[in-house]
């Protein structure tokens, strides 16, 4: 051989990418689901669900679904059997599933084999009966899209193929290997959204979630609503337990201002299912909600925290402690200029109607809330990270609004690599006395390119010192990782939302514009000191994600949570008096330490608030006590802790005792004051919606 | 005692209907199918997906194994029909020759010291014609032998070769041009 051919020989060699080992496993996950499949279809057992939307033509393996679709008339596709288009549309999503799947790095050699009972346990009887069942209707799902049928149908006539093994590269073989991915029945498709509970980020995904497909019986579960099988992974902590004031009398953590649980509870209830517990942050969705606490004067600082003593709902004998912090609209006339960087996650699983057209339409509606001195970028990032719009002033609407359109879906995704472009492309744009901040749209989903989850929390930590802040917008159900966007946004002083409505788009994006963008108070740390006089044993409700070491609290270089401009934060702690029945703690025989305590003081505890002017380094210090008596509650603080009790119904808290979905309905209704926007009756009915479906 | 099995045994036995044989031929044989597809494609996203896409599709395919040839040399030609088939599509869709363009964009934070040599071979692979580019991802990514290139393309082995010597006197004008420059 000659020295260029030898030359390009070593270059082949030296630059081929090391295989991506969670696209190896997902790969022969498919795989091998496949085999299973295609074993069962010579067994002559076809079999589908079918999921309960469909995706539009897009780009990669779907777009291919697209044009084969696209020639057939509707009465074409009604001469299809029914089956056979639930069994195109089952392939597909599960494709995505196999790509999707996040999975922990397996030795080269093993694969992850699942069980090998599959088909047995498939109850064949079953099969006909469920494609048939939930294929004809046309049905629309809660998000409003419509689901046609006839677009997926694929006429039978091309099921029997010519079985050359030299297959040629006439024009027939592309529509073969689709008639080759159909004849996979899809038992994965029921409901995997259960399957994910319990998970931890991080944990196994694909071991554990192909032995429980396949394990799940077909028509067990509920056949009104299909989930597309999910990769999605919340980030949650086991509920906090009651302490001993005595043996932990204080406690420490961050504020929340994110709101993603909520509006993912509220998605899952739509869809018809009770939310995976884990997807359950309470505090996430007391903080859902705008309150209209106290606001501060001008000599409280940015925020000012009241707090309200009340009865528990759910307990006689104890009692609830609600702070509630509001934040300081500041005039928004002279707010600084901002500048805007829209990282949007243009990956293949994007294309969906939840996803990238309402990520479109979100911004869009933003944009009329922008000034002319504000700028806005785009970054896209799929396959190859790119600056879609370069730094553009905001008056610029067509120009913005136009490269939002251009965007289409397509290829994998490259987080990792974006966030990198879009940090720089923030930095680039930042001046003197301006607000920068990256705004990540996405799926949750940073499959390609990103080796350690760790890492990119590391990254992001560290540009959060440049003065740079990160939101993250979650789009979509399916392979949200709520996880990834969570600590996103918690190490890049941001807000973590889930968008699945445009009205939630409008409330995160318009109506509350400012004080997601706006900061007035970073680093927000709360600490309450409980006097173990007055309180025996608390409990903090929800915070469970944010819980601080009590030596961090005074310390600067602890991140926590910001506050954004008008923002209220509620934090809700059930407190027991010493003596009372309601104690879940017998005093210990030998440790006197509960008996010792000789304090005049009838406070029951003791506030703190730490906090950091924004792009400040030292913090400021809150103090005030919590006395007995501070008046009657609030319609806020009453709601308040109604949507602490929902949460607690949803996760299954142990702590309620008889209080139902009936007295969360009740308190819910006798506090909704003047709800202006209806967030607090869609709650209600959010309550009664996981009642009936927690009867079943 | 399957590591120790041949594919071709491997094969027979998966397209009967024996899991742990497939799933042995899936672990030996993955590495090698997303290695040829990127060669192919220069597009590592790309590569992946269709490693997918095959992967996905082998227990199809597998129906028509009849062991006439050796296994590798049939995973190749799906491989290849694979990665024809998605050329196929994208030049429908005018985004013909991106796979190494986009590559060549991809790897921008790549090594500093790798740099040149990536270049250059981007710049090289892209400038060849795909039938060309095919060759050579066999031949030379591959080592296989001119012979076995023309198995896998279903081509003869003389058009291989000439193919091969085109490839060389390609890369020459391309070299001196550079030098020219």
Sequence with gaps: MTDELDALRAALRRAEPAPDARARDAAIALAMKNFDAEQRAVQGLPAAARPNSDRPSGAGIWNRMGIMLKGLTTQQALAGTASIAAICVAVVLTGQQGWKTGTVDLPPPVIATPPESTIEIMPEADVPTIAESTAPDGRTDLQGQAVPLPQVVMPEPMAPMADSAMESTA??????????????????????????????????????????ESAMPMGARDLQIQQEPDTEAFANEAPNP??????????????????????????????????????????????????????????????????????????????????????????MADRPALNLVFLIDTSGSMDEPAKLPLLKQSLSLMLGQLRPQDQVAIVAYAGSAGVVLEPTGAQDVSRISAALNNLAAGGSTAGAEGLELAYQVAASMTGEGEVSRVLLATDGDFNVGV?????????????????????????????????????????????????????????????????????????????????????????????????????????????????????????????????????????????????????????????????KEPGGDTSILKETAIGQDTGPASDDARFAVAIAGFGQLLTGAVYLGDWGWDDAITAALAARGEDAFGYRIEAVNLMRMAQSLSAN | MLMTTSDEILATAAAGGDRDAFASLLARHYDRINGLAWRLTGSRADAQDLAQDI???????????????????????????????QRR?????????????????????????????????????????????????????????????????????????????????????????????
């Design chain 1, 171 to 212: 024009p027939l073989a592309a529509p073969r290997t689709r008639q080759e991915r159909s004849v996979m029945p899809a038992p994965e498709m029921e409901g995997t959204g259960a399957n994910t509970l319990g998970k931890s980020a991080g944990a196994d995904a694909l071991g554990g979630m192909s032995a429980a």
């Design chain 1, 242 to 331: 009651v302490k001993v004031t005595a043996e932990e009398p204080v406690s420490t953590f961050s504020i929340d201002v994110d709101t993603a649980s909520y509006s993912v509870v509220r998605n899952s209830l739509n869809m018809g299912q009770l939310p995976p517990p884990d997807a359950v942050r309470v505090e996430e969705m007391v903080n859902y909600f705008p309150y209209a606490y106290p606001a501060p004067a001008a000599e409280d600082g940015p925020f000012r925290p009241s707090v309200t003593v009340m009865p528990t709902p759910w307990n006689p004998a104890t009692r609830l402690v609600h702070i509630g912090i509001q934040g300081a609209m500041p005039a």
């Design chain 1, 451 to 611: 080796s350690d989850p760790d890492g990119l929390e590391a990254y992001v930590a560290k540009k959060r010192d440049t003065g740079i802040y990160l939101s993250v917008l979650g789009f979509g159900r399916g392979n949200l990782d709520d996880a990834v966007m969570q600590s996103l946004a918690q190490n890049g002083n941001g807000q973590a939302a889930y968008i699945d409505t445009l009205n939630e788009a409008r409330k995160v994006l318009v109506d509350q514009l400012t004080g997601a963008l706006f900061p007035i108070a970073d680093d927000v740390k709360i600490q309450v000191e409980w006097n173990p006089a007055t309180v025996a044993e608390y409990r903090l409700i929800g915070y469970e994600t944010r819980a601080l070491r009590r030596e961090d609290f005074n310390n600067d270089q602890i991140d926590a949570g910001e506050i954004g401009a008008g923002v209220s934060v509620t934090a809700i702690y059930e407190v027991t008096a010493p003596g009372s029945d309601g104690l879940l703690n017998d005093p210990l025989r030998y440790g006197a330490a509960g008996d010792t305590v000789a304090t005049d003081s009838d406070e029951l505890g003791f506030l703190r608030l730490r906090y």
């Design chain 2, 55 to 85: 992967c996905a599709n082998l227990p199809a395919k597998l129906r028509n194994w009849r062991g006439e040839a050796r296994f590798s040399t049939w995973l190749y030609r799906v491989v290849v029909n694979a990665v024809h088939d």
């Design chain 2, 89 to 181: 599509r994208n030049a429908t869709r005018q985004r013909a020759g991106q796979g190494w363009g986009d590559w060549e964009i991809a790897r921008q934070d790549e090594m500093a010291a790798d740099r040149a040599a990536q270049d250059w071979l981007a710049q090289a692979m892209t400038r060849l014609p795909p039938e060309l580019r095919d060759t050579v991802a066999l031949v030379l990514g591959e080592d296989m032998t001119q012979a076995e290139a023309g198995l896998v393309l279903g081509l003869s082995e003389g058009t291989i070769a000439w193919r091969m010597s085109e490839v060389k006197k390609r890369l020459r004008s391309m070299a001196e041009q550079e030098g020219a420059r």
